[in-house]
């Protein structure tokens, strides 16, 4: 199983089905996001114990791979 099947998980019950950290309701473009202005893994994984280095690595290569997707939501978020 790939990592992205087992860390990144989508439920239309859960955070309205965008991408999320698995068990939690930390959305990947969420996570983009705050990396985007300026947060670091050490600051995320202080003020979000629940996180690990392998569940944001798994964000960034998410972002990676479907950073159309990923994108609009983050657009969607802005505007809402």
């Given amino acids: 199983m790939s990592r992205e099947t087992s860390w990144i998980e989508k439920n239309p019950?859960?955070?309205?089905?965008d991408a999320?950290?698995?068990?939690?309701?930390?959305?990947?473009?969420?996570?983009v996001?705050?990396?985007?202005?300026?947060?670091?893994?050490?600051?995320?994984?202080?003020?979000?114990?629940?996180l690990s280095r392998a569940d944001l690595q798994a964000a960034w290569e998410y972002y990676e791979s479907h950073r159309e997707e990923i994108?609009?939501?983050?657009?969607?978020?802005?505007?809402?």
Avoid: M, N, S
């Fill in 13 to 17: 019950d859960v955070c309205g089905g």
């Fill in 20 to 31: 999320c950290i698995r068990d939690t309701r930390h959305t990947v473009y969420g996570l």
């Fill in 33 to 50: 996001e705050w990396r985007k202005l300026g947060l670091t893994d050490e600051r995320f994984l202080e003020h979000h114990p629940d």
């Fill in 71 to 80: 994108d609009q939501a983050i657009q969607a978020d802005a505007e809402a």
